[in-house]
């Protein structure tokens, strides 16, 4: 079993900058691919970011590339999203989720069977 926690949501202006973390539990890690989805109210959980087990494969969203940075730090357990020139547009609740570890896409919902509980993240214009 593995658990995910998120931290780092919040209340921020546009233009400004928030770091989400989110912490995981068990061995493996390292081995798999992790990734950050947010869903706005009344939309769908959309895929944000990915990065593979070593650090080298990142994907992002073409709505977020240049602006948000994922990194992970398998000694801690953790994955991190630096969000920065947030956009009223980014408001939603953010989720990390594992890769199932195999041919499942990495920027689909259905290929992640681990899921944080979320962290709001809200950006006012």
């Known amino acids: 079993q593995v658990q995910l926690v998120e931290s780092g949501g919040g209340l921020v202006q546009a233009g400004g900058s928030l770091r989400l973390s989110c912490a995981a539990s068990?061995?493996?890690?390292?081995?798999?691919?992790m990734g950050w989805f947010r869903q706005a109210p009344g939309k769908e959980r959309e895929f944000v970011a990915s990065?593979?087990?070593?650090?080298?494969?990142?994907y992002y969203a073409d709505s977020v590339r240049g602006r948000f940075t994922i990194s992970r730090d398998n000694a801690k357990n953790t994955v991190y999203l630096q969000m920065n020139s947030l956009k009223a547009e980014d408001t939603a609740v953010y989720y990390c989720?594992?890769?199932?570890?195999?041919?499942?896409?990495?920027?689909?919902?259905?290929?992640?069977?681990?899921w944080g509980q979320g962290t709001q993240v809200t950006v006012s214009s």
């Open positions: 989720a594992k890769h199932r570890g195999d041919s499942m896409s990495y920027s689909s919902p259905t290929g992640y069977n681990y």
């Open positions: 990065i593979s087990g070593r650090g080298p494969n990142k």
């Open positions: 068990g061995r493996t890690f390292s081995v798999f691919t």
